[in-house]
Every structure is written in structure tokens, then in C-alpha cells.
């Protein structure tokens, strides 16, 4: 599975982005929306082991391109038979705020609902994360809820979360 649009593009991450991926997540302002604003101090051989899972069928992390260059990822967990929750994240900031996500996530989307037939696409973020979600809602995202002290993050923080979801017929 490759998704094309012109020069962006969504592929399923191999062996070989362990190294770009290990930067990313090591990276305190890259990870601290995802909760890690210290990074996830971890190693290639580790970060391999993460995408081994990608052969199991329900998980696929992807990776983002512009031009052939990686500038960020995607992952997808399937929940059941009809129903996936995403996460997606621009790592590289001289690409963040040009409207991709939204492209990347239309796209996703799109293959998600009618190549692979789910019914319902849902996600989360934290509260503070403002720019994620305007991008949700722009791509038809509904706010479903807000779960306050929802995780604690690396430092001891309490963080909300705000869930989505997004049916076909959306």
C-alpha cells in the first residue's frame, strides 16, 4: 500500500526508518504532545522491534513523505472489524503549519473507508494540542468527549484528552 497525491505520499514503514524514527522519538518537542516531552529514550534495535508489528495485521505505522523525504508518520490500530483508531504526527517543523496533516489525513482516511471498508475512524488528542484539532475538524471529525486527567505524562503532568471519531457516512 502506497497513497499518492502529488508529491505527498503515505507508506508503510520498513526496517530501514528505524534510524529517522529513533530521531523523532528521542526528540522532547517532537514526542511532548504525545505525553514524552523528555523523548522515549530509545534505541534502533528497540525501534525495530515497533515495527515488526507492522506484519501482524492489525497495527501499521506509516510513513509521510514530501518529494521523497520523510517529514513525519502515521499509525492505525485496528479496534475490530469496523472500527480503527489513527494517530499522525508531522515531525519536521519546517513542514508543520502548511496544511499537510490535513492532506495526509484525507488521504488516510479515504483508504481507510473505502479500500479497507471500516466503518468508523477514531482518535484522541490532548486538550492543549489546539492544532490538531482544528485539523480534525476541518477533515469532519466529530468531538465525541473530553476525558479530563485522562494519562499522566512523563514529567508527573495530569493531561485531558479530547476523542474523535468519524463515521463513512460522515
Known sequence: MKLVYKNLSI??????????????WNDGQVMAHAGFPNGLHTNE??????LKENQEGNILRM?????DVCIGEMIYRRLDQEIVDI????????YQDHGLGRIYLRMLMKHLFFDL???KIVLSTDLENTRAQHV?????????????NAWEN????WRTTVEYECNVDS
Open 11 to 24: 507508506r508503510p514503514a520498513a526496517i530501514e526508518d528505524a534510524k529517522q524514527l529513533v530521531i523523532w
Open 45 to 50: 534495535e528497540e525501534v525495530k522491534e515497533k
Open 63 to 67: 510513513m509521510l513523505e514530501a518529494d
Open 87 to 94: 494517530g499522525i504526527k508531522i515531525c519536521e517543523e519546517k
Open 117 to 119: 471498508k471500516f466503518q
Open 136 to 148: 480534525y475538524e476541518l477533515s469532519g471529525f466529530q468531538k465525541v468527549r473530553m476525558v479530563p
Open 154 to 157: 512523563q514529567i508527573g503532568e
